[in-house]
């Protein structure tokens, strides 16, 4: 298997680093399936005749086991190269999916839980942290627009995942319930097939690289990096769990915006129909993409703190918005509920890059992965928070958009810790900086070919 | 298969994968877009 191996995927000289975002983009948008997961669910609780809650669980499972895999094997993806990362990851995806089939056609949930949650979980955590590092090595001029590229596919996995589940739903069987399994077998093949052909294209630049006429720029910001920290000091640092806290806040707001997104504008409007609901939906997952390679490549102009004061300082100001001006213009709620998303987005492509700042390219990688924690915890209070204070307020009697208002101002407040929280971020103390002549584990253990060449743009 | 044989075969790949996720993209966005217009023209 040595064609998977770290040395075997370094690129000759003159490759061209845009033959490389291909493969993250083909990778991500297979794992981003799960944010449509819901397509299922209608079909799911009829074939096990199970609760919203039992069968909500199966979502769960798969988004803590993906901040787990992502935290636990980000030295391991950084060892192991990109490639086998992916092969792994296509593989857990493909075999989740199968697995779950196998749950479906016996109606042993157990079985979807231990096939798309877990085995699947651990592909998406692999999958997700699998070309980020790869693609900021490939753009150093630019690292806002590559974990840009690496990531925006996760936005919108969704929009291709919910026609194609449709389709194959409406087509493999004469009921729903009947094509679930079927259904699943070919989306697992399908996405296997793609995150195998993203693997075969991933290459990583030979050590030393750079693009052609580019020289690095002097340390100039309070927080840039002026030496390399590896994933096990990064933890230990304080700019790491405040990072944390910038991207748990960030994400716990925007969750649970996404998670209630159809019937809210239903609540807000009571005029639109489903189909438009839909569109709708259809419309954040753009907004949520889009948010990704824009705000991301906008972070490499502005700086990545400033970029943060904007998603969650102008965040702010829009939930406020919504809360209070939502029921006035369907056109303001659509437009500023798009510049929420975008922003949810935005804040997940940018956060690598700011770690790249914050602690250097040395396990950047590693680190990522250890930050992902903050989406399982953001996971799990986001929809805890707007789902408990609807439940609330439904008991006393409340509709529509009175609903929503007192979740969206809890956001608000939750937002401007994440606000404080980026202002507070200072440069890591020399003490957790590794020695000059240090070399990443990843380099350790391969001989890699090691040359300057002039890259392509 | 050499190493030299992977790299050539994956330059074609590598623009065919382009070529797929592009078009997944573009078909995705303008159905997306065209079933989102329904909000504002009922």
Redesign the interface.
Known sequence: MS?LDRS?TVA?AGYNRW?????A??VH?SIGQVYALSVFKDALRERFDASHTAIGVIFSISIVMLGLSAAFGGRWMERNGPRKTMVVAALAWGTGFAIGSLGIFSQQLWLVYLGYGFVGGIGLGLGYISPVSTLIKWFPDRPGLATGLAIM?FG?GA??AA?LSTFLLANLADTETDALGPAWLAMGGIYMT?ML??A??V?VPPKGWKPEGWQPKPRASSLAATGQVNAKNAIKTVPFWLLWIVLFTNVTAGIGILENAKPM?QDYYP???A??A???V??L??ANMSGRIGWSTLSDFIGRRWTYVMYLGVGALAYTTVAFFGPKS??LF?AVMVVIISFYGGGFATIPAYLKDVFGEFEVGAIHGRLLTAWSAAGIAGPLIINSVLDVLEGRGLSGADLYRPSLLVMVGILLIGFTANLLVRRVPEKFHEHDDAVPDHEKYHDEPELVPAGKE | ?T?HD??KA??P???A??A???T??LV??S??????????T?
């Open positions: 064609v075997r000759p033959l490389v975002p291909p493969a983009l083909a948008l596919g919108g929009m291709l026609p793609l052909l993203g075969a294209v290459r504008i005029q639109v129909g189909a438009a839909g569109g709708f259809g419309l997952s753009i369907i056109i659509v | 298969m190493m992977l790299t994956s330059y790949l590598a623009w994968l382009w797929i996720v592009g997944g993209l995705g966005v159905q997306t877009a065209i079933k989102a217009a329904a909000l504002f009922g």
